[in-house]
């Protein structure tokens, strides 16, 4: 079965900094879907930015991109510039071919210092 | 830009009461899903449901749990007789041709 995995339940970043979230997860599949999902204190899930395991090139959003590392199964989240509104949990997750729904991680909530 | 909506917002039900949670999809979406998150922890899948049945559903989506798609937008999470330990906040979410998965607002259920 597919596993995500986010090892650093809490970071915390001063403003304007960058800030580097990890995400691990395993699977068996070829081709599959990474997303990074934002959840502010209002708990509305917002997707920050997407990943197609079948491209190499990084995926990038504005201040957001991603390090993705195939053979690693690792996908990192990078915030640049950091804002105050960055502040909420971000999770990460899976969705494969034969899986039909998203896999999560159990979040990393993320502090931004004024 | 079309969004997933979500109503109530909140709702308060006691032991053993019946709820139903609406949701409108995308409206060109296909794929249609619940998730539930209890306060603190990750977001679990219930349901997924495609061309109007059910496609997968996880160990959580017991026999207290249905969902249906009563007309051409709605989408519906009813739970017959709800638990102190439903107590959490539901998404809906769908999906788009890019395998994206768009999520309302949420639901946020508290059993007394």
């Known amino acids: 079965a597919q596993t995500v995995t986010q090892s650093q339940p809490e970071m915390s970043v001063q403003e304007a900094e960058t800030v580097t979230l990890s995400c691990t997860y395993d699977?068996?599949?070829?081709?599959?879907?990474l997303f990074w999902y934002k959840q502010p204190p209002s708990r509305q899930m917002i997707l920050v930015i997407r990943?197609?395991?079948?491209?190499?090139q990084n995926a990038t959003e504005n201040r957001f991109s991603v390090n993705f590392q195939k053979a690693a199964k690792s996908f990192s989240l990078k915030i640049s510039d950091s804002q105050l509104g960055d502040a909420a949990m971000y999770f990460c997750?899976?969705?494969?071919?034969?899986?039909?729904?998203?896999?999560f991680g159990k979040g990393t909530k993320l502090s931004v210092k004024p | 830009e079309p969004e997933v909506t979500q109503t109530p917002s909140h709702q308060v039900t006691q032991m053993g009461q019946e709820v139903i949670l609406r949701c409108v999809p995308i409206?060109?979406?296909?794929?249609f899903y619940w998730y539930r998150q209890i306060l603190g922890q990750k977001v679990e899948f219930l349901v997924s449901?495609?061309?109007?049945?059910?496609?997968?559903k996880s160990e959580i989506f017991d026999d207290q749990f249905s969902v249906e798609r009563p007309d051409g937008s709605n989408f519906t999470l009813k739970i017959r007789s709800t638990k102190l330990e439903d107590s959490a906040m539901y998404f809906c979410?769908?999906?788009?041709?890019?395998?994206?998965?768009?999520f309302g607002p949420g639901t946020r259920l508290t059993v007394t």
């Open positions: 997750a899976y969705f494969g071919g034969s899986q039909g729904n998203l896999i």
């Open positions: 699977t068996s599949e070829s081709d599959y879907y």
């Open positions: 990943q197609e395991a079948y491209k190499q």
């Open positions: 409206s060109n979406h296909l794929y």
């Open positions: 449901f495609y061309n109007n049945e059910i496609s997968e």
């Open positions: 979410a769908s999906i788009g041709s890019t395998y994206e998965q768009y």
